[in-house]
């Protein structure tokens, strides 16, 4: 895994799971442009793998998020909510919006 070292601003290489660093993701959407598995399946760009390399691809990256400290995500279609009366109200709308959510 490689991994940007926020001391130095360059990549850095871990081979070894045990010596990881903490970490954080960072992940977005990509709004309308975004490219999506039925998009590459239906590309046939998948064919030229087996279903058992991209299975173990999709659980390695499943992985990084799993075992990072954070991970922040910018979701270009969830909108903040505005004019809300109290917390409470204010989460319940954002939960809404995030469940709603592609």
């Known amino acids: 895994m490689r991994l940007l070292s926020v001391h130095s601003l360059q990549l850095e290489q871990f081979n070894d799971e045990d010596t ?3 970490y954080a993701i960072l992940s977005h959407t990509w709004g ?14 998948f064919e030229m793998r087996g279903s058992a390399e991209l299975s ?7 992985k990084w998020y799993e075992r990072s400290a954070r991970c922040y995500a910018y979701l270009e279609d969830v909108q903040k909510p ?4 109290d917390d409470d ?4 709308v ?3 919006r995030l469940n709603q959510s592609r």
């Open 20 to 22: 990881y660093p903490r």
């Open 32 to 45: 309308e442009e975004e490219v999506t598995l039925p998009d590459l399946k239906q590309d046939n760009l």
């Open 56 to 62: 173990e691809a999709i659980k390695s990256m499943f």
């Open 82 to 85: 505005r004019d809300t009366v």
């Open 89 to 92: 109200e204010h989460r319940e």
């Open 94 to 96: 954002l939960s809404s």
